[in-house]
């Protein structure tokens, strides 16, 4: 016998939802090991992955292999099971119930049926929203409602990327490799020689599996990372205690370690001002104004 999951976290170990008039945007989180039992959703729902990856069997025993980045549409009514290995998954979910589908007219009937695409710009829209709901305040079930249709929108257009799971394993390789060097990425060309195919192609190819160009999928990582750097530092800030308040930075030197140095030797001093004394001795040598008169009379 199936479950209905109608507006419960969906099996999730951790859940962060906000309900906005019966749309709901949420957080989950899934540990290693998870499976859910073969249930149908009272709606439709759109998930994004944002990190891990995860398998969605449907009642037709077809798979769906869902890596960070994928988007997943399943219908209202569909019967399906999930199964999260390895380091489990965090995605953003939005529950759309009829009422809702009837409202979006066009775009809520992109939600019937199950699609499975990449689209850089929803899973931008989607790191927004995780944003909104990990710290919420008076603005933001406005925000969300403003990311969950924009994501709608977006999911509701013909996509041309092929499935998570078709994807090329060439293209699959530069992804991993920009993911693995995005501070210092390699150029294009050397990319596309490794892959064996002519620069051109490798843009299009995968700008169509991802939603971005290259240069934007390197700024996002380096943006995602940029932002764990800031959220751990808080973190361990929060954690500090004791000291309450700014520390005073540490100096900047060289590469040398400690050992190596000698602090005890002062600073090098900033150079003087230079106040014209090399011109002072010829000032007071001029004549002055009297003397300077005197001799054209």
Not at 174 to 199: D, I
Request: include cysteine; glycine fraction near 10%.
């Amino acid at each position: 016998m199936s479950t209905a999951y109608s507006s419960t976290n969906f099996g999730a170990a951790g859940a962060e939802i906000i309900d906005l008039r019966g749309l709901l945007v949420s957080a989950l989180r899934y540990v290693p090991g998870t499976r859910t039992p073969p249930h149908d959703n009272e709606g439709s729902c759109l998930t994004v992955t944002t990190h891990g990856s995860w398998v969605v069997h449907d009642g037709s025993l077809k798979s769906y292999a869902c890596a960070k980045g994928t988007v997943h549409v399943v219908p209202s009514g569909a019967r399906y099971h999930s199964r999260f290995e390895d380091a489990g998954a965090r995605m953003l979910a939005i529950y759309v119930p009829g009422e809702w589908r009837e409202q979006l007219g066009s775009c809520g009937t992109a939600l019937g049926s199950i699609r499975h695409f990449r689209d850089g710009r929803i899973e931008e829209l989607a790191r927004s929203a995780l944003l909104e709901l990990s710290a919420p305040d008076d603005a933001a079930p406005l925000a969300l409602e403003g990311l969950a249709l924009e994501m709608l929108a977006c999911a509701a257009r013909p996509h041309r990327s092929a499935p998570g799971e078709q994807r090329s394993r060439w293209l699959l390789r530069v992804e991993e490799r920009l993911r693995a060097e995005f501070r210092a990425p390699p150029s294009w060309k050397e990319l596309a020689r490794e892959a064996g195919v002519h620069p051109v192609h490798l843009a299009r190819s995968f700008r169509a599996a991802t939603g971005l160009s290259p240069a934007g999928f390197v700024r996002r990582l380096r943006l995602e990372w940029a932002t764990e750097q800031l959220l751990q530092g808080r973190k361990a800030a929060g954690r500090g205690g004791g000291g309450g308040g700014l520390r005073r930075p540490e100096p900047l030197h060289p590469t040398l370690p400690r050992a190596h140095r000698s602090d005890s030797r002062p600073l090098p001093q900033p150079l003087p001002r230079l106040r014209f004394r090399a011109f002072q001795g010829w000032f007071r040598s001029r004549p002055s104004s009297s003397d300077a008169a005197n001799a054209w009379t």
